[in-house]
């Protein structure tokens, strides 16, 4: 079995609406906007889910254990390269929009929405407010947004 390498074979798409967040369909998909060609190379910060422990340990333990809690995803966060003119993701990702993040990985970035693919995640979104990223010599303007889920995200998703 071949490992994938993640350079290249991911897709990110801001999607104002999907009716079923475990199976959302190619035509809700392709009426997103594609943000990945315009995101840095490390854009994508903080998605990943952090699971709580709740304690369950009794008096005459000598075993601190636990049992699962809830998911959280604090603080994810998309960043860009602002573009000159044109730029749609800075006009759309504005505070307080609301929508849905979706993430695909393994297939080509370039890889058209399909039936049966597998998303990383739904995850329903509001835009928190914009911030420029400190300049640095020899780098491109860039900003970023962080998103507070909305809901439980839909972890595995797959396209009907």
């Not at 509001?126 to 998103?147: G, L, P």
């Amino acid at each position: 079995m071949a490992d994938n390498p993640s350079d290249g074979n991911i897709r990110v798409s801001w999607v104002t609406a999907i009716a079923n967040k475990a199976a959302p369909t190619v035509a809700e998909l392709n009426a997103g906007l594609i943000l990945t060609s315009l995101m840095t190379g490390d854009g994508l910060a903080g998605w990943a889910p952090e699971t709580a422990s709740v304690p369950n340990r009794k008096l005459d333990s000598t075993f601190n254990s636990a049992d699962v809690g809830s998911i959280s995803i604090e603080d994810p966060t998309l960043r860009f390269y602002k573009q000159v003119t044109g730029d749609t993701v800075y006009t759309t990702l504005v505070k307080n929009a609301v929508g849905f993040v979706v993430i695909r990985r393994v297939l080509a970035s370039g890889t058209a929405w399909a039936s049966t693919q597998l998303l990383m995640g739904v995850y329903p979104a509001k835009c928190a407010q914009r911030k420029w990223i400190d300049i640095e010599e020899n780098t491109m303007d860039r900003w970023e947004v962080q998103m507070k889920i909305t809901a439980e995200p839909a972890f595995d998703a797959v396209v009907a």
